[in-house]
């Protein structure tokens, strides 16, 4: 069965310090990663995913994650954060033999000016 | 605009109502799915149709109805709701292929009285 785990519930991070959300997976097979990033009252978007090759990979406003096959982990890392990041970042695996995503419970970033 | 449009925004309906909530897709997609979320819960897969065949989750109550009468439209009938069910729902669409990714609609707010 596969399993997403995110660690922290909630990130307080003061303006323009960098940010690490963690998402950690289990699975017997091979998965697919990806963040989702949900503001308030709103459907999820995607940031980033993580198919093949580089294990860094880039998204949209300024995040970036790096996949760790051995530690079984996604995390999430922005180096500077705006008051506009504040939001619920979601992690999600799908298998590489279908099409159902399975989330984490979520991780709350509140940006402090 | 994400592609992916629901509705109602917001519904409150009474344990003996009958209602139902609409997903509308214009992203070609071939596979469509029903998401709960509810606070501080991982979003609970409900019901995946993929090339007009219905996966559901066994777990999820008789009372939930989903119907897919084409690859563009996506229902999910509502009948003697609980007060528990409350939450988030949320509809995405996806390519239906390994590694792609999922849209989201905005979600409908259901409130159970």
């Known amino acids: 069965a596969q399993s997403v785990t995110q660690l922290d519930s909630q990130v307080p991070v003061f303006e323009e310090a960098p940010v690490e959300l963690r998402c950690n997976y289990s699975?017997?097979?091979?998965?697919?990663l990806f963040w989702y990033v949900q503001y308030p009252n709103q459907g999820l978007q995607l940031l980033l995913k993580?198919?093949?090759?580089?294990?860094l990979v880039k998204g949209i406003n300024g995040f970036e994650a790096e996949f760790n096959k051995s530690q079984t982990s996604f995390h999430l890392r922005k180096p500077s954060v705006h008051i506009s990041d504040t939001a619920e970042y979601f992690c999600?695996?799908?298998?590489?033999?279908?099409?159902?995503?399975?989330f984490g419970t979520g991780t709350s970033l509140t940006v402090i000016p | 605009e994400t592609g992916v449009t629901q509705t109602p925004r917001h519904l409150v309906m009474g344990m003996t109502n009958k209602k139902s909530l609409k997903c509308e897709q214009h992203?070609?997609?071939?596979?469509m799915y029903w998401y709960k979320q509810s606070a501080k819960k991982p979003l609970e897969l409900m019901f995946v149709?993929?090339?007009?065949?219905?996966?559901e989750n066994n777990s999820v109550p008789s009372r939930f109805s989903p119907e897919c009468p084409n690859s563009s439209h996506l229902f999910l009938h509502l009948h003697t709701l609980q007060p528990e069910d409350s939450a988030l729902y949320l509809c995405?669409?996806?390519?239906?292929?390994?590694?792609?990714?999922?849209?989201f609609g905005q979600g409908t707010r259901l409130t159970v009285v």
């Open positions: 993580y198919l093949s090759g580089s294990t």
């Open positions: 992203l070609g997609h071939n596979a």
């Open positions: 149709y993929s090339l007009e065949e219905r996966v």
């Open positions: 999600a695996v799908t298998m590489n033999t279908g099409n159902q995503f399975y």
């Open positions: 699975s017997s097979v091979s998965v697919y």
């Open positions: 995405a669409s996806s390519q239906g292929v390994t590694g792609t990714e999922a849209f």
